[in-house]
């Protein structure tokens, strides 16, 4: 297993802790991951704890984790939230939300995985495709990736184009059947069914369409681009579901 450059985790919030041991705890340690990132993971989330308390009781709370790399996160309702789509397209839009409920919405339930190890066994999501939002924008040849912004200011996310026009890739405005909640990204995120949770970005306002992968939030701490679920890291060839 590769292991990226990135600060190191394992010796944060006090006494350096034996990151096997760690992992062991976690029993991530056979995850296709760079090693310190699921250390890091935890430590970050754990620091930065949960100033309202709520993520004991959260709606849909079940097995789910309440994170947020930012302390706070401004609201946005049907009527303020845009999705802005530019870069390499043709046709650079900003969508509302009512004109988003208005596309074609695709339902698809499988396995949450974030790397810490929590799982949340077939969840639907419900949505948007991607690549449908690509299309209607017209994305230029010289376009190789999508870098996924996000309105808490500080989070993004990135996909090879290859990636973002997959099957089960959405502009998810839904999670277990119900219109998604702020807490769980809301009222718009993205959703990468067949890779880590760190990949669906919550509180998506942004898609811009580049020309090569520029690394994400997560990603330049040391955390895989291509982070596929139980497949080795790296392949750009994964089945279309
Ligand atoms: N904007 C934003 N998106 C994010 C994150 C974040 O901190 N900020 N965390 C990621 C990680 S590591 C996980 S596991 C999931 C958690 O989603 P949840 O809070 O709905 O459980 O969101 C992902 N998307
Ligand atoms: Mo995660």
């Known amino acids: 297993m590769n292991e990226r450059p990135g600060p190191r985790a394992d010796t944060e919030g ?14 991530v340690g056979a995850l296709g991951v760079a090693a310190a990132a699921p250390v890091q993971h935890v430590l970050e989330n754990l620091a930065q704890k949960d100033p309202t308390g709520l ?15 930012t302390a706070s996160v401004p609201h946005k309702s049907a009527e303020t939230y845009r999705l802005t789509v530019d870069g390499l397209v043709d046709r650079p839009v ?10 074609p ?12 190890g929590w799982r949340v066994p077939g969840t639907p999501f419900e949505g ?4 449908r939002i690509l299309d209607a924008a017209g994305v230029r040849p010289t376009a190789r990736a999508v870098r996924l912004t996000c309105f808490d200011g500080t989070y993004s996310e990135s996909l090879t184009l290859q990636q973002a026009r997959r099957a089960d890739v959405l502009v998810a405005l839904r999670m277990q059947d119900k219109d998604l909640g702020h807490a769980h990204g809301g ?3 993205l959703y990468v069914a ?14 811009t369409v580049t020309d090569e992968v520029r690394p994400g939030y997560w990603e330049e701490r040391g955390y895989d681009v291509d982070g596929w679920v139980g497949r080795s890291n790296g392949r750009e060839d994964a089945p279309t579901t």
């Open 128 to 131: 948007v495709r991607l690549s």
């Open 14 to 27: 006090g006494a350096p802790v034996g990151r096997r041991l760690i992992l062991g705890m976690l029993g």
């Open 187 to 189: 009222p718009v995120r």
């Open 194 to 207: 067949p890779m880590y949770f760190y990949k669906s970005a919550k509180w998506l306002s942004g898609i």
């Open 105 to 116: 919405q695709t339902r698809l339930v499988r396995d949450v995985q974030c790397v810490t």
């Open 55 to 69: 993520s004991g009781i959260l709606p849909n709370g079940g097995g789910f984790r309440y994170y947020s790399v």
């Open 94 to 103: 900003t969508y509302t939300l009512p004109e988003l409920r208005a596309l």
